[in-house]
């Protein structure tokens, strides 16, 4: 009698404990695995995931001169007369 129970007590564990962990880490898995591929092959490249992940460098600022176009030159000459 106790094998027995023993026995059930296994079928009644793996139906409800193991079955599902295992069906949770085949999930994940297989979504961590989706995302790695889709990384290395597709999203390294687009420019907006670079941003965010920060790998894209940013460009120094030149600073901008102080005469540089024809408004300036316009307020530059109404400030001479």
């Known amino acids: 009698m106790a094998g027995g129970s023993l026995e059930t007590a296994w079928e009644l564990a793996e139906l409800f404990v ?3 962990v295992l069906a949770v880490t085949f999930v994940i898995s ?3 695995l989706s995302w790695y591929v889709a990384w290395r092959t597709v999203l ?5 995931v670079q941003e965010i992940a ?3 460098r940013k460009k120094p600022v030149k600073p901008k001169p102080p005469n540089r176009g024809r408004i300036a030159r ?3 000459s109404q400030a001479q007369r």
């Open 18 to 20: 193991l079955r599902p």
């Open 30 to 32: 297989f979504i961590l």
């Open 44 to 48: 390294v490249h687009v420019p907006l």
């Open 54 to 56: 920060g790998l894209r």
């Open 74 to 76: 316009f307020y530059e």
